[in-house]
């Protein structure tokens, strides 16, 4: 494939005219530091309307960044760590943080230091965002999925009108055209932000289809992040406890513990404490198939405090009496149930502090919170341009980065859209 050369048809603005493929936060942040930039931007997605993901993620009160100091917020990243540092660097959490009360999103933090707005939902501040990038001239066109290049080199979109120029859709900003008599329309923007998204929740836009779209850019395949697992349980498990949480309980995996909630789902299990493990797990199973993870149901009381409540004789009580009473909830009765059927033997207090949970595989990536893989940074320059195709920009998820849940996704997602914006305005200056 050829390179797509900048345009420079002569048609006013045409030289600084940008296009931005994908409204989440990555792509909307581009086109905010494009359009301050003097970048004549138009912003495309292919779904009706913009910021669906961010929508859905505040419906969890929009953890957009945490307050941890940046050596430990930037370890979160791993091997992606040394690529992210610039653009985290530059906007880092607390520039987040100004940037979104300067939209009249005043920020909290909670006491695990994660940082959210005080409406803990995302449509206040998409709206105010959106009436903001349109006020900087943003031009937006929704429903237009992006397909690739076409021969003559220019991006090629499916529309909803399929054929047709863009003089017939009202203003748009002066890109060069090559309007087709049928087929997709082209555009020849003198640079492009790619901000795709990864592959989870793909009904909300991000459906990973890009990955075929780069022919000869290496890229790591999409797996899915902050997930959840499969487990066989019993039917009769199943049916009774689908659906509810196991609070206060602590998981381990690969020497790490971690404290949090869980919830039991028709075909596994998910929640905060197994997406904080779900990388290792996820790369575990992988190697070798699946893995036993640790359940503690009461981390609070000791080993030795369990055992002396459990582990004597009963009294003629049922299981379920006697593990009530060391304050066992339903669930986790349920749990150790489930384990004595499939054969068990160990005391019921070490049942109960260190239960095998035998995880099959990762959910599929359509349910995760996030995505693992994506374009290879060795691909990208310093200002995130694709080394094979200058004039396009890469940012947000669509990267080979993972990062836990506790804001660290929805960060690295607005630093890297606001390094490719400031990388395209350095390309575009000749810098
Ligand atoms: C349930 C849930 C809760 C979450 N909660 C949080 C949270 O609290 N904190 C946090 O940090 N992160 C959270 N996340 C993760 C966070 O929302 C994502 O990491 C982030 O939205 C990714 O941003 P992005 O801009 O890279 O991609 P996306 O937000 O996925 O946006 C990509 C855009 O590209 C468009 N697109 C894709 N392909 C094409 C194409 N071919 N042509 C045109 N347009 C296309 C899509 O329609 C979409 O609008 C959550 C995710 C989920 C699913």
Redesign the pocket.
């Known amino acids: 494939m050829p390179p797509v050369e900048p345009d420079f048809s002569g048609e006013p603005g045409a030289a600084r005219s940008v296009a931005v ?8 942040m581009a086109a905010e530091v494009l359009a301050r930039g003097g970048a004549n931007v138009t912003l ?4 009706p309307s ?5 929508l ?2 505040g ?7 945490h307050g941890e100091a940046l050596p430990a917020f930037l370890a979160r990243y791993g091997e992606a760590a040394p690529h992210l540092t610039p653009a985290i660097a530059t906007f880092p959490p607390a520039a987040l943080v100004a940037w979104c009360e300067g939209l009249g999103q005043e920020t909290f933090t909670g006491s695990s230091g994660r940082v959210f707005p005080r409406a803990l939902k995302a449509s206040p501040l998409l709206r105010t965002w959106l009436a903001r990038l349109a006020g900087l001239g943003v031009a937006i066109r929704t429903r ?4 690739g290049w076409d021969a003559a080199g220019g991006l090629a ?1 499916a529309t909803p009108e399929a054929t047709g120029t863009l003089a017939s859709r009202g203003p748009i900003h002066a890109f060069g055209r090559s309007p087709p008599a049928t087929g997709p329309l082209s555009l020849r923007p003198a640079a492009t932000v790619l ?4 592959a ?2 793909p009904r ?4 990973g ?2 990955t075929a ?1 780069l022919p000869g850019v290496a890229i790591a395949p999409l797996r899915p992040a902050n997930c959840g697992f499969t487990i066989a349980w019993s039917e009769v498990f199943r049916r009774r406890f689908e659906g509810q949480p196991l609070k206060r309980i602590a998981l381990g995996f690969g020497g790490r513990v971690v404290r949090g909630e869980a919830v039991v789902t028709a075909t596994g299990i998910e929640g905060g404490a197994v997406y904080a493990l779900s990388a290792a797990l996820r790369e575990a199973i992988a190697a070798g198939g699946p893995v036993v993870a640790s359940l503690d149901l009461r981390p609070d009381l000791s080993a030795a405090a369990l055992a002396a409540r459990l582990d004597g004789p009963r009294g003629g009580q049922s299981l379920a009496n006697h593990l009530r009473r060391a304050g066992l909830p339903p669930i986790a009765i349920g749990l150790v149930q489930e384990a004595l059927h499939a054969g068990e033997t160990a005391p019921l207090s070490r049942l109960v502090k260190a239960m095998p949970l035998r995880l099959l595989a990762p959910q599929p990536i359509a349910r995760a ?2 995505s693992a893989g994506g374009v290879a940074w060795a691909e990208l320059d310093a200002r995130f341009m694709l080394r094979a195709r200058p004039g396009i920009f890469l ?4 990267l080979d980065w993972e990062a836990p ?7 690295a ?1 607005f630093s890297t ?1 606001a390094a490719a914006g400031r990388g395209v305005l350095d390309w575009l200056s000749g810098r």
Not at 50 to 54: A, E, Q, Y
Not at 59 to 65: A, E, F, P, V
Not at 204 to 207: H, Q, Y
């Open positions: 493929i994908g409204g989440g936060p990555a792509g909307l495309l997605d292919r779904m913009l910021g669906r993901k961010l859905i993620a419906r969890g009160g929009l953890n957009l960044t237009h999925r992006w397909l979109f901000a795709l998204g990864g989870s929740w909300l836009g991000s459906d289809a890009w779209l919170i996030s940012a947000g998820e669509m849940t506790g804001g660290y996704l929805l960060q997602c859209g």
